[in-house]
């Protein structure tokens, strides 16, 4: 079922087709005991009901010249969203006061691929680009400094540059991990912001590395994605080229992979094959994942990557939402939803969209505390 990227697309099917609920695991094996006493009790056993902020509260505003190519909510200021663009620019909004907004422009010189906060300073915040650089950036002033800079010689030709799309933090020991368009991994000290050993290849020589996500309950447990059509899963203590923990296979480039969000016992990728995949239990055989959902999300080199994401509020640990590629016709507008999905069936929960938005909305947050979502479009 490639592409269904079209409206007369015959593969169009409902995403639950074919997808099989989450199956009652009990293996008796000592890896399941721990499971179960150590990481499931921490899942809320009741699923909450499950708000849709399906309403255009604060505005549509246009914000970038470019596409906006990643968001992330203040962790402790609740009105406010940053932003990055393809331009490597910098935005932070108050979205109570609508037209209220700070622009930086010197934190990168193209596309602004990640961002976290540090997390013993929130008005400190760390950058990825595809300009090869890691920066950390006062919020406040504006003022930055590079952590790390893989082009210090400037732009020669392709083969030789690289770029960062993937970074997160291990918050135990106080590291930023960074990828890069290569295929390597490095380790950042934050506090020394020096870099620590030499850069490990993770994945295929040469292929780029989309994403990095560290376990919420193990930081030590790496999660990261690759154009090799792998997601791979490692052990940050004993970090080896060909020593993963374990290797996800894909059918084509993984845009993203992520733990969940408070048990980090699942694991939810996107693939460029039009598939979302979950795997429910990473202590189990991860041999082949728990469900493959159908969804439109085809690759466009004009669009930022579509990445499904969970909702950080959910304890059941089921929700994700992702932007749609494909349209519907809605009173005679071709809009482009963006999907909440069961992921434990596999269901549309609901679709948002708005008549003033005929864009599609590849990237979208949800907030970590409100029923907020912010999206960003593909212009």
């Known amino acids: 079922m490639p592409g269904h990227i079209t409206l007369t697309c015959p593969h169009r099917v409902a995403m639950e087709h074919g997808v099989i609920p989450a199956s009652r695991r009990n293996t008796n094996t000592s890896l399941d005991y721990v499971f179960q006493s150590q990481v499931k009790g921490k899942i809320s056993m009741v699923k909450p009901q499950f708000i849709i902020p399906n309403q255009l509260e604060c505005g549509n505003i246009k914000f970038f010249q470019s596409r906006v190519t990643c968001l992330e909510f203040h962790p402790t200021k609740n009105n406010v969203l940053l932003s990055g663009d393809k331009e490597g620019l910098l935005g932070i909004w108050d979205y109570v006061k609508l037209h209220e907004k700070i622009i930086y422009d010197s934190v990168h010189s193209c596309n602004l691929n990640s961002m976290k906060f540090d997390t013993t300073n929130d008005g400190l915040l760390y950058t990825a680009s595809s300009d090869g650089t890691i920066c950390s950036t006062d919020l406040d002033t504006g003022i930055g400094s590079s952590l790390l800079n893989l082009n210090p010689n400037g732009w020669s030709r392709p083969s030789t540059w690289r770029m960062i799309y993937g970074m997160d933090f291990n918050t135990d020991k106080g590291l930023l991990l960074v990828a890069d368009s290569f295929g390597f991994l ?175 909305s590849p990237v979208n947050k949800l907030h970590p505390r409100d029923d907020i979502m912010a999206s960003g479009h593909s212009r």
């Open 186 to 360: 490095y380790l950042l000290d934050r506090r020394l912001k020096t870099k620590i050993g030499h850069p490990i290849l993770i994945h295929k020589k040469g292929s780029k590395i989309t994403s990095l996500h560290c376990n919420p309950a193990q930081p030590e447990v790496l999660l990261s994605s690759g154009n090799d059509h792998y997601a791979r899963i490692w052990d940050t203590r004993k970090l080896e080229g060909n020593s993963p923990l374990a290797n996800l296979a894909h059918g084509r480039i993984v845009n993203s992979g992520y733990f969940s969000p408070q048990s980090g016992s699942k694991i939810l990728t996107t693939c460029q094959d039009n598939r979302i995949r979950v795997w429910d239990y990473i202590f189990g055989n991860l041999k082949s994942p728990s469900r493959v959902i159908v969804h439109s999300h085809d690759f466009s080199r004009h669009l930022t990557p579509f990445k499904a994401e969970w909702d950080p509020k959910d304890y059941s640990e089921t929700v994700a939402v992702i932007g749609r590629y494909i349209s519907e016709n809605y009173n005679g507008v071709a809009l482009h939803p963006i999907d909440f999905i069961d992921t434990s069936t596999g269901k549309l929960l609901g679709e948002v969209m708005d008549p003033d938005i005929t864009t599609i």
